[in-house]
């Protein structure tokens, strides 16, 4: 207990300096720190001062000044608990009428109306408020409102003030109140001249295309304006909506797959020699050693159902090398990853994916309204049309669908870009349906680790997932056999030596199984029909993008 210390040795760790201590001169590191917090502590001085000189200056002119004006940084460096409490702009409606409110938001647009009055439309999280700033005796002065007109674009404010609830809609805000304004702070300023605008970034392309026709130019920001510039421009209404959705997608396959016995796991993402031995890595030196960055989970996912997880599911970042200047392939993109044990049959692992999304795509529908609409109104789409029991296609029927439809394929080689959109098109029309799976793929064009099929080996027991006409999902049963997999490996061109870990850990008894893996950006992309895998990455990067 401290009061059994006797007093002399209370501080007995802070021992005061000796006499020659104090004497010795500070050595040059410690003077400068000694120096800077001098100049600091000045500063801070300085500011309080000015700060004062500015409010009793004020005070001559405004007696209201105290209403309004920036926040000094002080007040904001969690200073003290107020115990005021902020309203949520989602949540102003008519139930707060004649209340006062406090709210924080981005000044989204700033308007006078002569000298007495102004209005501020306020965002956050998606809503906005209009608020009204107009000269009343003793509550709001001139000065409030130039203060308030004077206001940059996207800075952050708060507002003190009353809500009303005017008899017209109001076509300028989602919320239909209005605050007026009785304090306004500016807690951040925006630089005045931002590189992009906001409003700019929001318009759809029709909305351009019309404002031309009626001889007016709106300005139309390109993809690489807007990616230099993410930072404005993910606060658009159509990019909150675009990784909220992305969220709920992540969201929803986490909650499913737990509800279905599947375990999360993590597996590295630094991996010695070149991954799947395929040739789109990221080369890098781990200390000495040649790595890589992984360009799937799939040898660690299917090592951790040899040792014993039975399902198992990754959400994880996904490096590719590929030099692919295409509309849907990223260098990075967030791989939703699954691997099961099967008892005897690929199906197993296709119902999963049948559940899986229709589960996704009704929830994403039934919750997620207010984001898809915000999408859609920048960028049109129609809803994805998708069955309760998925569609699956064999690749055979699917190549005879486009025999039938006067596009040659080859039978025992992949499909490309344009047949899959041509099937998609073709599969809408006589099944009508959006998402369906196409599997038995040629062995020949997929990777060694995929199980023939029991009856032709030529095929195998793998599928494609397609969304509106494009690849979100690529899967298989694979070769739990070691042996087998070794000889599939060599013929397939691949060094044992690099997979030499991965082929033994089928030598102490694996069960057979099967996974996928899907695209995260790629399902947001194609459920929202938008044009480009780069509006559905937070921060893109491909082969010319590796900021911001
Ligand atoms: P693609 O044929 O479109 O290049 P892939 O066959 O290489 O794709 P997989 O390696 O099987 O695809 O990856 C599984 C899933 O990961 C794909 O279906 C897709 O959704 C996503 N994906 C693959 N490569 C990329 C990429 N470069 N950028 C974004 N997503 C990708």
Known sequence: MSSEIP??????????????????????????????????????????????????????????????????????QSKAISGRK????????????????????????????????????????GYTVQCIVTVAPELVSRQMVKFATGISKESIIDIEGIVTVPQ??????????????????????????LPINIEDASRSEKEIEDAKKAGELL?????????????????????QGIFRIQCQVGNIFRHFLLSEDFVEIHTPKLIAGASEGGSAVFKLDYKGQPACLAQSPQLHKQISICGDFGRVFEIGPV?????????RHLCEFTGLDVEMEIEEHYFQVLD????????????????????????????????????????????????QMLKEAGVEVDPMGDLNTESERKLGQLVLEKYNTEFYILHRYPLAVRPFYTM???????????????????????????VHDPEFLATRAEACGIDLKTISTYIDSFRYGAPPHGGFGVGLERVVMLFCALNNIRKTSLFPRDPLRLAP
């Open 86 to 125: 902020w309203t949520e702009i989602k949540l102003l409606n008519d139930g707060l009428k004649d209340q006062q409110v406090l709210i924080r938001g981005r000044a989204q647009t700033i308007r006078a109306v002569g000298k007495n009055m102004a209005f501020l439309v306020l965002r956050r999280g």
């Open 168 to 193: 017209v809609q109001i076509k300028g805000a989602s919320q239909q109140v209005e605050v007026q304004v009785r304090k306004i702070y500016c807690i951040s300023k925006a630089v005045p001249n």
């Open 7 to 76: 007093p002399n040795d209370r501080n007995a760790t802070e021992t005061p300096p000796t006499p020659e201590e104090r004497e010795k001169p500070l050595s040059k590191k410690a003077a400068k720190k000694e120096a800077m917090k001098a100049e600091k502590a000045m500063k801070r001085q300085q500011e309080a001062d000015a700060a004062a000189a500015a409010a009793s200056a004020a005070a001559e002119t405004d007696p209201l000044y105290e209403n309004y004006g920036d926040a000094l940084l002080i007040d904001l």
């Open 352 to 399: 999963i994916v049948d559940r899986l999304f229709v589960t996704m795509f009704d929830s994403l529908n039934e919750k997620c309204q207010k984001e898809l609409d915000a999408i859609g109104r920048q960028y049109p789409f129609k809803p994805l049309k998708y069955l309760s029991k998925t569609l699956r296609l064999t690749f055979q029927e699917g190549v």
């Open 452 to 478: 023939p099929c029991y009856d032709d080996p030529a095929y195998s027991n793998s599928f494609d997932v397609f969304i509106r006409g494009e690849e979100i999902i690529s899967g298989a049963q694979r």
């Open 219 to 239: 300005v139309s920001v390109g993809q690489d304006t807007r990616l230099n510039n993410r930072v404005l421009d993910i606060r658009t209404p159509a990019n």
């Open 319 to 327: 490096f590719r090398a590929e030099d692919s200047y295409t509309h």
